[in-house]
């Protein structure tokens, strides 16, 4: 189950069709492909991840001119996870939508959008989230350091990140709430 965090209001949202809603008021796509357990292992191979979902992938493919989509494997015993993780846990954004599926372990996105206070997305197996270019945002890892998500990519070679160097993210805690500990 997902969980929106919104610091500021004091409130948290689980109902997914609520989160869906909310996101969609400040410009994000979330939406739940599988709801009841993943249709492939979450262990399965890259190959078999990308078949098992090609139709919902075809069809972000079409909406959004995506023209790759591949597997993003971290868990705790990733070399190097540490820095990789330092560049997108400080407020940024990127030229192209970062689009993630959720296939194994957890994934915090903090969104900071043109208008409204700073929401937290706890994100799980079985969840997408769209964030459009452009968006400011950042990403944490939840206590088991593990994700596994589908990406897609409009430029394969485009996704860096920009810093606003705000320091935003200082200002809310890296804290997942449904996440077993790891
Ligand atoms: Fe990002």
Request: proline fraction near 4%; aromatic fraction near 8%; include cysteine.
């Amino acid at each position: 189950m997902a969980v929106l965090s919104i610091t500021e209001e004091s409130r948290k949202i689980t109902d997914a069709r609520e989160i869906t809603k909310y996101l969609s008021g400040i410009g994000i796509e979330y939406e739940r492909w599988d709801t009841e357990g993943l249709r492939v292992g979450e262990d399965a191979s890259e190959e078999k991840i990308l078949e098992a979902y090609s139709t919902e992938i075809d069809e972000l493919k079409r909406s959004g001119g995506y023209v790759t989509a591949d597997v993003i494997d971290v868990s705790p015993e990733t070399p190097g996870l540490d820095d990789m993780l330092a560049k997108f846990n400080k407020e940024h954004w990127h030229d192209e939508d970062e689009v993630r599926y959720i296939v194994k372990g957890h994934g915090l996105f903090h969104i900071s959008p043109e208008k409204g206070p700073v929401v937290g997305i706890e994100m799980e197996a079985g969840d997408l989230i769209r964030v459009p270019k452009g968006t400011l945002h950042w990403f944490d890892l939840c206590a088991d350091r593990t994700v596994r998500a589908i990406r897609l990519f409009q430029d394969p070679s485009g996704w860096t990140p920009h810093y606003t160097d705000s320091r935003n993210e200082d200002g809310y805690q890296p804290l997942c709430f449904s996440a077993v500990s790891g």
